[in-house]
């Protein structure tokens, strides 16, 4: 059985300012602009919390509801991607199969390590935590479980740091009691469906998963309703089962940028499916284009209407940050993953295998690659200015929401 870490970095943005100035500590700290701006609070720390003050909350309305000696930051996005780089180099010094999901957090794979601990994931995490803290002065939580989704959860219930770990056998009694939401993937969107159905804990969700698996479904008009609902329960009975599936850490650059979008309503229309695949490219190929890299593999993960998700990657015969090169292969991929007529919940696309512009430019020694590449820049900087909205690729304007999605 394999063991998996999630941990996450408390009030990252936060801590950091309070780590380089240690005279912030105890009172309430906002990062995302002064007190006055326009905007909204982007990391609260737990002071501010207390108050009530929460992630998106608008700078105004926190600093009417926080006391006059609160503290606001505009904040350094350079540093805090500094502090996030030191924070996962260390983390992989414990275990090489990580996979960082966001600029604070990373899922690890630690059953080859924990040898090195005595099999005890209680010492190895303890170590973790007090490595960096002691190097970087943050403080982390951490959860250990035999899957993800239990980590994930159990690195948040007890936060800030926070230590908790779910023995194999416990995972079922540790989600049960917990609000169904609690379960990643289960939004605002399909919680008042469950919600009409009377799961409102991930214990009830369970329930009705077992109560309907050999039942069947008899009551015909309901039949679409309920075998939505049966599905989505499935998906969170899953998640107090023991995972399998390794982590495999990205080739020799451990880096990747990725995009995701949930449809406001699941669809089967491929081309609107295509349309949003191809903006999502776009983003990636954005940030490649900012940070001057170039990608040589692509991954499209499709997730269906009944949550089952699957992912295929392809190589690209050269190293690109143009969506043309992303999206022909990100196109294929989709249509090897998707079947037509399937409902589609989530699309996203990530790049990696990720290295430096120059070299692969001059290897090309492809004019039309540098003219599209000349050209997108141009767009790059023309939607910076002016909003996405302002200059787009044919193409996109079906995509109407872009709401994107982290991983
Ligand atoms: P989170 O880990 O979601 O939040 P957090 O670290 O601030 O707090 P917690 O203790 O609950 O983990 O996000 C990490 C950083 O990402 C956060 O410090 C600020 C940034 N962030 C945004 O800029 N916008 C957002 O909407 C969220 C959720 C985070
Ligand atoms: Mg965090
Ligand atoms: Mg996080």
Known sequence: ???????????????????????????????????????????????????????????????????????????????????????????RDFTPDLEQVSVDEAYMDVTGCLHFWGHDPLRMAEAMKERIGRECGLSVSIGVASNRVCAKVAAGVKKPDGLVIVRPGTERGFLASLPVETIPGIGPRTLPHLHTYGIRTVGDAMAYAERNACSGD???????????????????????????????????????????????????????????????????????????????????????????????????????????????????????????????RLVGVKVSNLSGAEGSQLDLGVTAAEKFGALHRRLDSLQSRYGYGSIRWGITCGVAEHREEGE
């Not at 100035?21 to 990391?43: A, K, N, Q, Y």
């Not at 720390?45 to 700078?59: D, I, S």
């Open 1 to 91: 059985m394999r063991t998996f870490f999630l941990l996450d970095i408390d009030c990252f943005f936060a801590s950091v300012e309070m780590a380089l100035h240690p005279e912030l500590r105890g009172r309430p700290l906002c990062i995302g602009g002064l007190r006055t701006d326009r905007g909204i609070v982007s990391c609260p720390n737990y002071e501010a919390r207390k108050y009530g003050v929460r992630t998106a909350m608008p700078l105004r309305s926190a600093a009417r509801i926080l006391p006059s000696d609160a503290v606001f930051l505009r904040g350094s996005h350079r540093l805090y991607g500094e502090y996030s780089e030191k924070v996962m180099a260390m983390l």
């Open 218 to 344: 008899r009551r015909l008009p309901l039949r679409a309703e309920r075998l939505r609902t049966f599905s989505l329960c499935r998906f969170i009975a899953s998640c107090a089962v023991p995972s399998d599936d390794a982590i495999v850490p990205h080739g020799h650059v451990e880096k990747s940028i990725s995009r995701d979008m949930t449809f406001g309503a699941d669809t089967a229309d491929r081309e609107r499916v295509g349309a949003t695949l191809y903006y999502l490219a776009e983003r990636c190929c954005k940030t490649l284009r900012e940070d001057e890299l170039t990608a040589s593999t692509v991954t499209v993960r499709v997730r269906f209407a009944d949550f089952t998700t699957v992912q295929k990657q392809a190589s690209l015969p050269f190293p690109s940050s143009n969506e043309e090169d992303i999206f022909a292969a990100a196109r294929r991929l989709l249509a090897q993953l998707c079947v037509p007529g399937q409902l589609v």
